[in-house]
């Protein structure tokens, strides 16, 4: 079964960074868009991030100028930085994409910024 795989939350102090890695595993399969989504307590989960297969790419106002996704070369993967991290980026973060027209979510991985 193809699944996605988040990487790299954990506790940062505000101003901090983290690096986030998503990774298709189960099946060696390109997947030319991939998305981060976030989900704080109490809240909707919502759009952080996109990479489209055009390689454009789509970031909520919240994140822009601070975060930054990006792809490796196999389309296998996609990252986000994350920079200059606050408390209100607390949350769970989702990976998401469409394989084998299915919508496919990985588990999460979460991302606690305090001091």
């Known amino acids: 079964q193809v699944r996605l795989v988040e990487s790299g939350g954990g506790l940062v102090q505000p101003g901090g960074s983290l690096r986030l890695s998503c990774t298709v595993s189960?099946?060696?399969?390109?997947?030319?868009?991939m998305a981060w989504y976030r989900q704080s307590p109490g809240k909707e989960r919502e759009l952080v991030a996109m990479?489209?297969?055009?390689?454009?790419?789509n970031y909520a106002e919240f994140v822009k100028g601070r975060f930054t996704i990006s792809r490796d070369r196999t389309w296998t993967s996609a990252y986000l930085q994350m920079n200059s991290l606050t408390p209100e980026d607390t949350a769970v973060y989702y990976c998401?994409?469409?394989?084998?027209?299915?919508?496919?979510w990985g588990q999460g991985t979460q991302v606690t910024v305090s001091e």
């Open positions: 998401r994409a469409a394989i084998y027209g299915r919508d496919v």
């Open positions: 189960g099946r060696s399969v390109s997947v030319p868009s």
């Open positions: 990479f489209k297969a055009d390689r454009s790419t």
